[in-house]
């Protein structure tokens, strides 16, 4: 890091805290105003806070390191961000008419409160547990590599950096709420986008093209049937992403994690109206088309700049482990001033995938669990226990963090086995919900709890038969639970799931027609489906279109 660099860094930070102290001037008197920014964002705020808050370290560490050890695999997770247009064209009318403030109050609406309850639970420990810590985890690694410094005043950098940033992050969250969420994302986005889009100019320069990567990675094979990295469809009998349980695997992740997680939805919710909320999505899904070519290829050019023992700035590029992939590339590749710029983009995609977080679970835990119980609180109250929530949220984050670190390389894997068993129930509930009108209140609360019971004995049965092998001949549990591709399994988790919200709901009584009015498909009153109607034009449909058609062409090319 040269001079230059910490002047860019510098000036990166000023401008950070010019945000938050305007933010901090704005009203904040209500919870409206404190986890939905007032409910007045533009669809510009929105589309960069959902592109923002999910950029974190399983792009920058995670996805990179997947481009550089399995190539174009990982990218099904990605390209399906088409499915934020799920969420603007079909869930946003119905969490608009229900004024909800979390999804979780959006099932009590839909089904009971024991359906919230599970729900609330289920995300804030999910939040705890795997999202802020091991965004915090990777963020202590990457400055540990970018800045070259093991320790600092005889302290593990690793730890200074970690913690440093969480408490950054935390400072700006706990003063300005969503609005600081909002607004530091629109000037993080641009920073975050320019600096990656740098890399991979500099990688493919270094490497000799677009057509040289191609070719060096195509002849690196992945499994005995010949596919390569840069295949994204491979043979269903391949033992980690077979391409039927891949598109399967990816469409329930992502159907849960766009349409209906806490943390995206948020966004949208804070949303002036359906328009706005809407083309937010629309602006959203175009910036989710770039992480595939932002950090993933980038971490296939690190392979390739590896494999052909390219000399970068004077020295051999050497790759240590896949995970050290990006941060390896803005250690070797850049100049100075570039590389603070990148550093900037680094502290970016880092600080707003944790501030959307904390702001989210100190949502969930003030409006679904304290304010049940105390109905009548004060809104300022309101306000300073989400703030004192966040301050929980950060301390329990910290010091889960030593497990965290302790797991190393399965990180990433143990992360998505632990989504694709969290999606299936909560994918189910709300889906049988929204198009369902006989789904009942005990049908959506079956489901959830199904679906918890099943991914608990997943993740219990991973963990025990990994550190307890059976040889020979394995049961029909071992093989149900265990030796099950996690692919497949997610699939017919959420059919299973399905069947039983179906099956508890014909047993039970039906919902009163007057308490999902509105919450429903064909339940909506006319006025309501005008509003929808007028919420829209022909120009948030050719956009729509454009992005599926992408879509389908990134299909195609990588098949």
Request: glycine letters at 10%; charged letters at 10%.
């Amino acid at each position: 890091m040269g001079f230059l660099d910490w002047i860019v860094i510098a000036l990166f930070f000023v401008a950070l805290v010019l945000i938050i102290v305007w933010v901090s001037r704005q009203k904040q008197n209500t919870a409206s105003d404190y986890f939905l920014g007032g409910k007045d964002a533009t669809w510009i705020a929105i589309g960069a806070s959902i592109f923002a808050s999910n950029i974190g370290s399983e792009h920058l560490i995670g996805l990179a390191g997947a481009g550089a050890s399995s190539g174009m695999a990982m990218a099904h997770w990605e390209i399906q961000g088409w499915m934020i247009l799920l969420l603007g064209w079909v869930f946003v009318p119905f969490y608009t008419r229900s004024m909800v403030y979390t999804m979780p109050e959006f099932l009590e609406r839909r089904y009971n409160g024991a359906s919230r309850t599970i729900l609330s639970l289920i995300s804030l420990i999910s939040y705890v547990l795997t999202k802020v810590a091991v965004t915090v985890y990777a963020g202590g690694l990457v400055f540990q590599q970018v800045f070259g410094i093991e320790t600092l005043w005889g302290i593990d950098f690793f730890w200074i950096a970690a913690i440093g940033l969480v408490l950054l992050t935390a400072v700006y969250t706990i003063v300005g709420g969503m609005k600081s969420v909002l607004y530091t994302s629109v000037l993080q986005t641009p920073i975050l986008l320019l600096g990656s889009l740098i890399i991979l100019v500099l990688g493919l320069r270094a490497l000799g093209g677009w057509d040289e990567m191609m070719r060096v990675c195509s002849i690196v094979e992945v499994n005995e049937y010949g596919d390569t990295m840069t295949n994204l469809i491979r043979d269903n009998r391949d033992s980690n992403y077979p391409w039927l349980g891949a598109l399967i695997g990816s469409s329930v992740i992502g159907f849960w994690y766009w349409c209906t997680d806490q943390f995206i939805v948020q966004r949208v919710l804070s949303g002036k109206n359906e328009k706005e909320s809407r083309r937010g999505t629309i602006f959203g899904a175009y910036l989710k088309l770039l992480p595939v070519f932002l950090f993933l290829i980038p971490g296939m050019i690190a392979y390739a700049l590896s494999h052909e023992g390219i000399v970068v700035n004077g020295e051999t590029f050497v790759l240590s482990t896949p995970d050290a992939a990006f941060p390896t590339l803005v250690a070797k590749l850049l100049p100075a001033g570039v590389k603070g710029l990148i550093v900037c983009g680094i502290l970016a995609a880092l600080m707003s995938s944790l501030a959307s977080l904390f702001n989210s679970s100190s949502a969930l835990f003030t409006i679904d669990f304290y304010q049940r119980f105390h109905p009548d609180t004060d809104p300022k109250k309101l306000v300073r226990i989400g703030q004192a929530a966040t301050v929980v949220i950060v301390f329990l984050g910290i010091i889960w963090i030593p497990v965290m670190r302790s797991m190393g390389d399965v990180l990433y894997n143990y992360l998505q086995e632990v989504q694709s068993v969290l999606a299936p129930g909560i994918a189910a509930a709300f889906l049988m919900g929204i198009v369902w009108k006989r789904a009942t209140a005990q049908g959506g609360m079956w489901g959830l709890i199904t679906g918890l019971a099943i991914g608990i004995t997943r993740l219990s049965a991973k963990i025990w038969y990994d550190f307890n092998p059976v040889e020979g001949d394995h049961n029909w549990f071992q093989y149900m639970f265990y030796d099950c591709n996690w692919l497949f399994f997610c699939g017919w988790m959420l059919l299973f799931c399905l069947v039983v919200v179906f099956v508890v709901s014909l047993f039970t009584k039906a919902p009163d027609p007057a308490k999902i009015q509105g919450l429903v498909f064909g339940t909506s009153t006319p006025e309501q489906r005008m509003a929808t109607f007028n919420s829209w034009n022909r120009w948030d449909v050719i956009h729509s279109v454009i992005i599926l058609g992408i879509t389908a062409a990134f299909y195609i090319y990588f098949w």
